[in-house]
Each structure stands twice: as C-alpha cells, then as structure tokens.
C-alpha cells in the first residue's frame, strides 16, 4: 500500500474543564473551581493519585481558565528536576495562580524542599492561590523538611480516581472526535482489551492512530486499530 503524507497536522489535545471526565472526581474539580472562582477563597488545594488519573489535566486546565480570565497563571512540572534549578520557585509568587505538579520528585532534596516551603509562605502571603499535585496523600510524602510537611496539610487534598474500563471508553472516544476522528464503542473496547488500560498508554495511541488513518485514508475498524498496533 503506497502511504500519503498527512495533508493536516494532528491537534494536540488541550486539557480544559470542558474534555475532563469527572466520573467518581466531582467532588475535587468543584473544589478546584471554586477555588479559581471565588476571590477570598486561597487555601492550597492537594490532589494526589497514580499516573492516569488527570491531576496534570485539572492542573493545565486550571491555567488555561485563569489566562482566559486574563489571570496570571502558570504550570511547572517537577517530573525532571535535574533540568530546573529550585531557584525558579521563588519567582512564581508573582502569579495568582501557581500549578506545581509532581511533587513527589523534590522529596529528601534538601534545597528544592526548603524552595517549596517559601513558595507556600509567600503565596499565602499574598493571597494568590495554589494548586498541588502529587502521587500520594500529603501525609504520605517522604519529605524531610518538618516545616514542608506541615504546609502540605494545609487547604484540602483529594485522592482521584482512576477511570474504569467504561469511562475509558468515553474517554477514547471522545479523544478521537476532538480529533476528528470516529471511534465505535466496539473499536474502544477493542483498544482497551487488546492493547492497553493506561491512559497515558492509550492517549498516546490516539496520537498515533490520528497520523497513521490520515496517512492511510482509512477509518477506524477494527481491522485497521490491529494492523496499526501490532
């Protein structure tokens, strides 16, 4: 079979309120909108939950919601911290928003735990807000920082969910028709028995199912989602 080039880029998925699927996580995304929509209302708010579960979505959403308010706000992933210096954290204090995801990875580093530590100082101090994720509760953290301990017990902190294998399917499906794809029920329950029930695995998947039906000309049955994934 002769491949076409793709004639358009594929979108990358934009993480907002409106594609974040709640089911069994209501209760923290009415926290975090509160948070966003109520000027007196600055308590940190905690999310915490494994890979998958849309901590990073809520996070970037979040930031998207408070630009378009012309808000000042910004997203800073700790995943790589290698790559980043802790000096950066006391630059943020200046955003009504700050978004601090993967938490996890400055535990038992002594200057990015005392960086953290400022950073909760000053922003309450300034009545900004701040939203936190991580991939345990607060008081499950290994942090060695007494003081960095107590500031994660502050404000809320609510433990997502992960999706079960029919909101999966709801989620896939509604990943490919933002990308103007069309993905059957059956074809969803296919990709979650067949190939995988991570959600960052299948998102990706959706990324590379866009490029390679637009290569091919060719929908998405079930024929084409085996050929494309063995």
């Not at 089911?23 to 890979?51: F, I, M, Q, R």
């Not at 997502?160 to 029919?166: E, F, N, R, T």
Request: aromatic share 6%; hydrophobic share 40%.
């Amino acid at each position: 079979m002769t491949l076409q080039y793709p004639l358009k880029l594929s979108h990358s998925r934009q993480p907002g309120f409106d594609n974040f699927l709640a089911n069994g996580n209501e209760e923290a995304l009415h926290s975090l909108l509160k948070l966003l929509g109520t000027v007196d209302s600055t308590a940190p708010l905690y999310l915490w939950g494994a890979p998958g579960c849309g901590k990073s979505h809520l996070l970037l959403a979040a930031c998207q919601q408070m630009t378009q308010q012309a808000l000042n706000a910004i997203y800073l992933s700790l995943k790589d911290i290698q790559q980043l210096s802790p000096l950066m954290l006391g630059e943020l204090q200046q955003y009504e928003l700050v978004c601090i995801d993967d938490v996890e990875n400055v535990c038992t580093h002594k200057e990015w735990e005392e960086a953290l530590f400022h950073l909760y100082n000053a922003i309450s101090q300034q009545q900004h807000k701040l939203v936190i994720a991580a991939n345990s509760s607060p008081g499950d953290l290994p942090t060695t920082l007494p003081d960095l301990a107590s500031r994660l017990m502050w404000g809320v902190s609510y433990h997502l969910l992960q999706l079960d294998d029919a909101d999966k399917q709801q989620l896939l499906i509604q990943m490919a028709d933002e990308k103007g794809m069309q993905l059957s029920e059956a074809a969803s329950r296919y990709l979650i028995n067949r190939y995988s029930r991570d959600i960052i695995k299948l998102s990706k998947l959706i990324d590379k199912l866009d490029h390679d039906s637009l290569s091919r000309q060719q929908r998405l049955t079930i024929p084409f989602l085996r050929q494309s994934i063995a």
